[in-house]
Every structure is written in structure tokens, then in C-alpha cells.
């Protein structure tokens, strides 16, 4: 059986840094790993030096920075001749913009709405500011605008290479309209200069685009011509200099004349008229809807799968789209329509998953055309399904205890949207709201509803909106989105005032579509299909921003539930309720990828799986954890803010105090000695980059956008200490024993979530570099180089020796098991597995199965079945009491505990990790014998 999609992929982070070349040189060792597909972060161009990707600034070329086609074309070969293909990451929502890199936003800047680019960008040029009619608000001023003219940092400046006047802003290039050429060259003394001024002034620029385009680019070519002389430059230098020299006589009026309104950066959040992506101001939202935007941003990559170079796609951040499943089928119908011209041995079904969150119980819509998320939603599962609940309560009362805050994590998640709300998406909050009020105002029956009750009734929806956004199309909405509606009405009426709770029942008929059919003209349809779009353009970046980026640095009960994905109030899945997951995923979205591991993760998969283990050993946690807090209270700091009429206080508080120790004993390297001076101090600069931007994220003691720099330095101070091995030996020594204590029940964990996602229904993803240990902390940390010549060269040591088919496990993996290649060697195991058994992984079904006796809740069990071929998976949980010593991984006194009542359990098995052979005599496999070797089986049926 030819397998309809990959059987496994390896998500590769390209930057300036690592190349195509760089990948080139490793495609043996994925290879010989036992990888199908690799999963390449963004390959189109984007800004220069982008460490992600994601800034794409021309999808229709190869970014030169990773080796262009030619690169990329020899990156596939290689592929190919190992019998792997490659899926790319696109980016339909957003552009990089700023800068002067995107050739389709600077001619926007550079025209306005004449610009056939204009409507390509999501702009709004009827903003209710009167400064704002028909510009564009440019954010990318380091300063005050009036400050920068004053110091003279933006001047004019000629650019031969595309033939424009443009003012300069360090990096930033503003495009100068033409129709202000003639004003500006008449101050250049020359006379070739003086002879076009009367052809850019017979230019009539109220005309469209199109119609003046062949005038204008005659005119430039005449000045190109002529700039080829130096004495020309010269004079047009001059002239241009004198608008810099005169920055507020000559140098703003021409700026204020643009078709732009260059203002500081941090007035982005409250006056923007486009939209971006959440509230970055450097990625600017593209309306992907349009057709003309559609082919045109997607016919590089049309062209690529057509060509057999590609063999899927995984779609960044579908939520921002205007239509998404619109979007998601129309992509589909347009790859599928290439696939003639593919080569014949590559006409397998193209690939597409989507990146999206998805809350609890809540699942992808199907009729999509997708084969799945990028694994989320069982990042989150897996991990809450190794997190003791017998450890809720007690650290509950810990953290509630520390925080003086009772606060569930759901009621952070509100807060933080309100501040959002009247702080960072003031611009999009707005928007939205007076495309509602439009509304109202349209209809003799709501017209007296005022901007602003509509303002306090929209502001309940959105704080109690459950999930990242609706559906709602021209179609009306589906049965889920009708539900989501009903609940959060009620929610919202809970906390809205008894005059504003009719309105709620009033904008959820606007945002369900109601005016799109029943309106009495076209131009209140219109209206609100705008304030619908609005509505759902507008929950993404709230909800990512409130959970993610606030809520998760300000709810630190146990931060191995802050991740991304995860609800935090859901500290732990019954094995039911995982299985129950295991067997929707295989019916609706066999493909679904499996991750463990992102880019975006907040924390590596092994940080994570270590730090779960306190919920094993909540006592000692709490006694370890105040005894550090007393320890070195010397060590804080006390800050007296700059304003009066703010009190001093203490740094760090102790809830960044608190979560600070949770990372420093997940992370903690296995290697790291406390009287490695030099170890010690390139952990503390990681960990200390890691403690500020979760104090900025918080937004309570600092922020991105006004850092409290004594605050954050207070801490960085603090952070040092702790790690200084002659101030804080004692600290260190104790830091590293309870480290060491919960270290082997980490990696069991770990072990566990691995053998979990290569088996259970899905695809599994492997993130860069994560076949050895992962306690990596969030980004960039978890975008560091990786040493794939270690891992070649531990995994040529061990192929043939640690893990086979017939011999058992190298007990120097055992012994050696903090280096990380027990990890490789079982990836490696299961990855060959899935390449020989494609089809049951591919379509065999998926049996729960339970344990009996005294450890049963401490087994996760299941069984797949394909034809006469039977997989049995047996993984243990909560197993830190079990084990034999705190120095192994060897779990021991498993009593009774045995499988029973299988199947298909009565038959031969051969453990594929040790190579091991099982019995089931009568339909039992006892535990303790099972996991004798190795705290992990994977057992395959044997022919008869």
C-alpha cells in the first residue's frame, strides 16, 4: 500500500543561517532517522536577516538568503534520491511591510488608492480621523514625529536603482509621490533637471493608475537617463538636501502631503487603519479573499507544486483570513487541478494542514478540504494526560498562597482582554465597533443605540467569546457557531447592565449574519458583512494575546500547562478522555499532525514533561520552594520608581519569583555541574532572556511597549545571584538535587509522549533537533542551531546495536540515559516501524485499553489493528514512586498491576524496542515483566 500521506516530518527552521545548503548536507542523517517529509518554515523572501521567515515580503520568489531556486532545487534532489519529499509553510494572512523591501506596500505608499496594490492590503480609507482620509497610517518612527524632524533623522533621498525620490528613515524608505517631483527637482540647478520639470507637471495624476502609468514611467526613464551623470546627481542631492536642512519649513509639508502619516510607533495600537497581524505593525493583513490577490501571492508556490519540488502545504495562522474555509477549499481545488502536471510518481494527494488552536472540545470543521492542525490541540493532550490531578488541590493552595490571588486562570484570560482591549487593539476594537454602530445607524429601529452602548455590549462579547473565532459566512452559521453565540450571550449579559443587556441579543443577529439575507438594500448587507469580518478578524489576536502572550506569565500554578494550545484550568486528562481524543482524530482527521514540539512552544517538550512531575511531589515541591524563597530573600532588590506617586517595592515579586524556579529546575541541563562557572553563566544569560519577556508578556510590572527597566534589571540581578556558585552554593546544591529527584520520572515522561505521538492516529512531527533532550525555553531559544553531526554520529554508534529487531536494548543507553540517545534510538525504532507498516498506522483502527491492580491509573494502553496486523502500545504515567532508584529509569514494585481483556492479545509479541518476546497467556500481560528492560513497550503481533 502506497501511502496517501507522510508517514513523519521534520520541521526545519530556515534562516540566513541555515540554508538549503546547510539542510542539503544533513538529508543522509533524516534519512537514516527514518523521516518521510521535511517541514520547512517559510521559503519565499522575506525582510532581510529574518530569523523565522514569517516577514515574507515577495511570495513570488525563492528567498535568496536560503539559497534561492537553484538551492532549493538541489535541496529537493537530494530529497528525492532519499525517497523524501517536502512540505513548505505559507503565509496567506500577512506581508512584511515597514522597511523598504515590499515592492507592493511601497507603491501603495507611494500612490494611494490609485494604486492597483491598494485594495490588495486591508486598509481602511475612510477612517473616522480626518488626518487619516485616504492615507495610510505609517507606525515606524522610533520617536516622536515632531522629535525626529527636530533631529533631522528623516531626509530625501534619490534612488537610482528604482528611480525614486523616497525619504529616508534609517532602514525605512517612504515613497514621494510623483505629482510632488516637479517641486522638489526645480530646486536642482541643472539644465537637463529643468527640462522635465514641464513633462512631470503635464501629468495628470487624478487619473487612474493604468491610464498614466506609460507617461510616468517615460518621465523616469528621461531622469534615470540623466542621473547617469554625476553633475546631474549632484544637483538633485542638492535640491533634496535642502528639504532636510529645513526639516520643518520644506521637509514636513512635503510629508504631510503623502499618501501616508509617519508617526511614532507606540501610536500604532490606537490609531491604525489596516490591519495587521495581531499587533505587530511590521506584518500587514493581505485580503487573500480577492482572486487577483490570491493568484498573484500563490503562483510561486503553484508553480513549485506542479513541478513536483513540493508535496504540501502548511497554512500560517488561517484565522486572520477573511473566509478561511472559502480559502482552504478554493487552495485545495487549485493544487489538486496541477496535479496532472506533476511527475507521474509524485501524483500522490497533496498535503494541507492549517495552523489552529483549537479550546477544549473544540474541533476543526470539516468540509475544509484540510487533512488536519499542525498538532496543537495533542501537544496539549498528551502532556495533560502525564500530569498528576492528586497534585490539583495542593498546588492550587501553593500557588494561591504565594500569588495572594484567587483568581482561576480563566478570569486572568478576561482581565487581560479588557486590557488589550483599551490598550493594545485599540485601532482593531474600534473598527469593529463602528462597523457596528454603522449598523444600527442604518435602521430607524436602532439608530438611538449609541457608539458608545454598543461599545460596552461588544466589549462583554469579546471578553467572553470561548473560543479564537466564528464561522459565519454568507451562508449563514453552522450548529457550532449557533452554540458559541448562545453561551456567550448569556455570559455577557451576566456582566453588562440592565439598560445594555437588549443590545446583546441586537449585534449577535448583525454577527450571525441575519442583515446579509433579510437587509432591505445592498448597502446594509454590506455593512454587515463588514462588521461580521471585523468581528472574526479581530478574536484571533485577542484571544492569542490574552492566553499566550498575558495570561500565561500571570497564572503560574505549574507553567508545564502554560503552552500554547492548552487551557491551564484543565491541569490533567483522564486516560478515557485521551482515548476517547485518539479515536475522534482517526475518524475525522486520520493526517492530523502530532506535535510535541513548535517554534511557538513557550517551553521545550522535555522542560515540560520534567516539570509535570511536580505535580507527582506537590509536598516537597512546596517545602523545596519556600525554603528557596527564604534562602534568598537576600538577594532581592528594592525599586523606587522614578514617579512619586507610586510606592517602593520589592523585586522580583514573587510570582515571577515562583515561576522563575519552576524553569530553572525543567531546564536544567543534564551535564551542568554547580561549580561550572561557564556553564552557569550562558544558563543564567538563556534563563535571564526567558525571565524578562515573561515579565514583559505578564504586562503588570513592565511591557514591550514601556519597559520598567529598574524592575527588569532588578531581577536580572536577582537571577544572577541564584546562579552565582559562590554566592549561592548552597541554593545550587539543593536547586540540583530536587532537579536530579524528578529528572528520571522527566524523562520516562518524555519518553512516553514520544512512543505516544508515533503511534497513536496522526502524523508525528519532530521539531528541530528534538530526538535528543529538548529543554529548550521559548523563542528564539528554541530556534538555536542545531548539532546534527553529534546526532549522526550517536545515532551510526547505536543503530545497529541499541535498539533492533532481534537484539535487546544496549544497556549503555540505559546507563547513559541523560545524554539523550535512548530518545534518538526510539524515535529512530518507530519511525523505521511506521515505513514498514504504513498501512496499519495509515488505517488501522484504534482499541483502548485498561489495566487491573494496584498501578492501573499509572498505564496507558492501546491497541491497533490492521488486517493481521496487531500493534500493542503500553506507556506508564505518574511513575516516580515506582522507580527503582532516582539515578535509573528503571521502574520497579508494579505488584498485580497486568493488562488483561485485549482483543487480540492472545498471541506471540515482539517488543520492537528490545526486542523482547511476550506472551499473552490468557489475554494478560503482566506489567512488571513487560516493562522489565526498558519503562516502555511497543509490542507487534508475530505471524503464526
Known sequence: MTPQHPLSTLRLQFHKGFTFADALEHVGYFSSLGVSHIY????????????????????TQINPELGG??????????????????????????????GADNPWWQHVFEWGRHSPYAMWFDIDWHSPDPFLHNKILAPFLGDAYGVVIDQGDIHLEYDRQTQRIQARYFDNAFPIALADYADILQGADHPGV???????RRIDYRLPFLDIQSQVNQVLAALATLSLHPEVVDAINTALASYSDQGIEKLHPLLEKQHYRLT????????????????????????????????????????????????GVRLDHIDGLAQPQDYCRKLRARLEGLMPNRPPHLRTPVYMIAEKILA????????????????????????ALLHDPQGVQPLNALWHQLSQNEKSFHQHVEQARRQLLSENLVSEFEAAVHALHAIARADLHTRDYSLASIRRVFTEILVHFPVYRSYVTVDGMDAQDEELFESTAIKARRTLGHVDKPLVDIIFSWLRGDLIHDAPSPEISDLSQRAITRFQQLMPPLCAKSMEDTAFYRFGRLVSRNEVGSDPDMFTLDMAAFHDACQRRLAMYPANLLATATHDHKRGEDVRARIAVISQVPMQWEQQVKRWIEMNQRFHTRVFPQEMKFVAYDAPRVTHEYMLYQMLVGAWPFDLQVNDAAGLKAYGERMEAWFIKSIREAKWMSSWVQANEPYEEACADFLRHLLDPVESSEFLHSLVQFTELIAPAGAINSLAQTVLRMTVPG??????????????????????PVDYAL???????????????????????????????????????????????AAL????????????????????????????????????????????????LTLADWHDTQLEKGLRMSGRYRDILTGKVHLAEDNTLPLAKLFATLPLAVLLLEPE
Open 40 to 59: 520547512a518554515s517559510p521559503i519565499f523572501t522575506a525582510r532581510p536577516n529574518s530569523s523565522h521567515g514569517y516577514d515574507i515580503v515577495d511570495p
Open 69 to 98: 531556486r537553484k538551492g532549493l532545487a538541489r535541496l529537493v534532489e537530494a530529497l528525492r534520491h532519499a525517497h523524501m519529499g517536502l512540505i513548505v509553510d505559507i503565509v496567506p494572512n500577512h506581508m512584511g511591510v515597514g
Open 264 to 311: 511614532w510607533w507606540r501610536n500604532a495600537s490606537d490609531q491604525i487603519n489596516w490591519r495587521r497581524f495581531f499587533e505587530v505593525s511590521e506584518l500587514a493583513g493581505v485580503r487573500v479573499e480577492l482572486d487577483e490577490v490570491f493568484e498573484a501571492t500563490h503562483s510561486l508556490l503553484f508553480e513549485l507544486y506542479a513541478q513536483g519540488l513540493i508535496d
Open 841 to 888: 498506522f495509515e488505517a488501522g483502527d484504534y482499541q483502548a485499553l485498561y489495566a487491573q491492580g494496584m498501578h492501573a491509573d499509572k498505564v496507558v494502553a492501546f491497541q491497533r489493528q490492521h488486517d493481521e496486523q496487531c500493534l500493542l502500545v503500553v506507556v506508564p504515567r505518574f511513575c516516580h514512586a515506582l522507580l527503582a532508584d532516582h539515578g535509573s
Open 791 to 837: 546526532r549522526a554520529q550517536t545515532l551510526h554508534a547505536t543503530r545497529h546495536h541499541a535498539i533492533s529487531d532481534h537484539a535487546p536494548t544496549n544497556p549503555v543507553l540505559l546507563a547513559n540515559w541523560r545524554q539523550g540517545g535512548i530518545k534518538q534510538a526510539i524515535i529512530h525504532r518507530l519511525l523505521g516501524l511506521r515505513k514498514q507498516h
Open 360 to 383: 477544549p472540545g473544540e474541533w476543526l470543521r470539516e468540509g475544509w478540504g484540510l487533512d488536519g492542525t499542525t498538532g496543537y490541540e495533542f501537544m496539549d493532550q498528551v502532556s
Open 194 to 200: 529643468a527640462g522635465l520639470l514641464a513633462q512631470f
Open 763 to 784: 502524523i508525528p512531527d519532530l521539531y528541530q533537533g528534538t530526538e535528543f533532550w529538548d529543554l529548550s525555553l521559548v523563542d528564539p531559544d528554541n530556534r538555536r
